[in-house]
């Protein structure tokens, strides 16, 4: 049955790469479910559409459709393993049916897309105050370059710290990105991208002393830039929005849907299609004097993964 794939997943996947405390919780309440009584050939497209419809009725908490979205993304990279993996029976075109279908009934099952971009303004406060940090706690994690990199190579935190060195490939200046967050998958989506020169220099100034090449805690960045935010009184600004911008600055250069995504990686270019009203605005960090000051900075990794007690 479908709740116990769902437990072989957690089981098996969980301790290789952790699933995080929502995941987890998601795919426990769906195996609870009448779904999880299925049998692998009893998924189909139609079960699916049928869950999704549940879930946003009363019976099924009436939730949202974007919550819908998440359990089928959950949901998807279940059953993306459970096939070639383990055997199972299991339509591989179900999720990808159902959630085309849902769509053209009217659900929407992704969030508003986020059009928050920083302003210098804001990244000059933002990288003064972690200049400041640094000074005084010199092995704290180096927000300066973590910030930096974020921006120009347009990876997400969680990538970031995944990164190693052995990754890196100098002649094609390229970096393999691991389990990149895609719909329906994500572990084993090992994507190649494009470093722009300025990630690039940021990256090759880091030191070669640990596997990783930002040895940081995913959880140590994200509260470093909430506290800063809070601190600064700097409101709505996540650290997923550095992504944005720079996705937003590689089309403001001039560069096209398949340049600008062999950088970000996105494989569906019909999602990248808002940024192109921005092509050739012309690059906004041209001349920026936060770049080689990021390049620069000094790096004291701690004896823990580079993070400092407070950063714990």
Known sequence: MLKDIIARYIEEVDPIRPLGKTKRATLDAIGGTWIGTLTDIEITSQELVRYAQWRMGEDGGGVLGQTVGNDLAHLGAVLAVARPAWGYEIDQHAMSDARKTLRKLGVTLKSEERERRPSLGELDRLLRYFEDILRRRPSSANMLKIVGFALFSTRRQDEITRIRWADIDEKRQAVLVRDMKN?????????????????????????????????????????????????????DLHFHDLRHDGVSRLFEMGWDIPRVASVSGHRDWNSMRRYTHLRGNGDPYAGWEWLQRIVEAPVRLGAWSGISPRDD
């Open 183 to 235: 719909p329906g998958q994500k572990i084993g989506n090992d994507v190649w991208c494009h470093l722009p020169d300025e990630a690039w220099a940021i990256m090759q100034s880091m030191p070669r002393e640990r596997e990783e090449i930002f040895p940081y805690k995913g959880k140590s960045i994200g509260s470093a830039w909430t506290r800063a935010c809070h601190f600064l009184e700097i409101e």
